[in-house]
């Protein structure tokens, strides 16, 4: 039995059981699927799967479609949600992935465009991709989280816990770069991260910029999730809809 006294100590679950998702469960396994088509349609088309997978949007992407489908899972059989590092942390990269493309690779005025460079021409499956893993997979995981989460669980600490994957996969592509042969097709899989092009001050600079531009992103996520309404929908009851009874 459940007295006053002890009714604070009661997780929220032990109240109102996590209720089954599918609207929730249905958009994560499209998102998740989306990803996965992507990051398949590059592989097959590329003549090296390591330097595919060596790109930050497909790591990203293969995140949102581990994470997403996990979700979905647990949305459908009616269990807590990821916690949200996982799920926050999720989306600040896959919203890197969208805006460093749209606003700097894809944009011939930022001056670390790709779009000129023989290996990214956007042709076929190619566009087919491109626009999945840029563009539908950003998209769909910014309104999974806007409309089908829990506002209010992102903190400030989240942000910059989330930095550490960026850091970690800068340095990354500096050693891959340090040890491959000179000339190899994207040795440096971005412009701003080329060291023959601009030396490693040069880089280290843009790491800088770059990297507190993703922290200012992922603050203002962590602002934008104390604010932003919550969906409500209609909730199980547990006792008699009477005067007075729980619901």
Not at 85 to 106: E, P, R, S
Not at 168 to 192: E, K
């Amino acid at each position: 039995m459940i007295t006053p006294n002890s009714a604070a100590s009661v997780p929220a679950e032990a109240v109102v059981p996590v209720r089954r998702r599918p609207v929730a469960a249905a958009f994560r396994c499209l998102t998740a699927l989306a990803a996965l088509t992507g990051i398949v349609i590059d592989l097959t088309i590329s003549d090296s799967a390591l330097r595919v997978l060596s790109y930050f949007t497909i790591q990203s992407n293969i995140l949102v479609a581990v994470v997403l489908a996990v979700s979905a899972w647990r949305a459908w059989s009616s269990r807590p949600p990821l916690p949200p590092l996982v799920t926050g942390g999720t989306l600040l990269f896959i919203c890197i992935t969208g805006l460093v493309y749209h606003f700097v690779l894809a944009n011939s005025s930022s001056g670390f465009s790709m779009t000129d460079d023989a290996e990214h021409v956007m042709t076929g499956w190619r566009t087919v991709s491109n626009q999945l893993l840029h563009t539908v997979t950003p998209v769909a995981v910014f309104l999974d989280w806007l409309a089908l989460t829990r506002p209010g669980l992102l903190r400030p600490r989240h942000a910059a816990l989330w930095l550490l994957y960026p850091l970690a996969y800068f340095g990354f592509a500096l050693i891959r770069g340090a040890v491959m042969t000179p000339g190899t097709p994207a040795r440096y899989p971005y412009p701003f991260l080329d060291v023959d092009a601009h030396g490693y001050p040069g880089v280290l600079t843009n790491a800088v910029l770059f990297g507190a531009a993703f922290y200012l992103l992922a603050l203002a996520l962590v602002a934008l999730d104390r604010v932003r309404p919550e969906i409500r929908t209609p909730q199980n009851r547990i006792s008699s809809p009477g005067p007075g009874g729980l619901k």
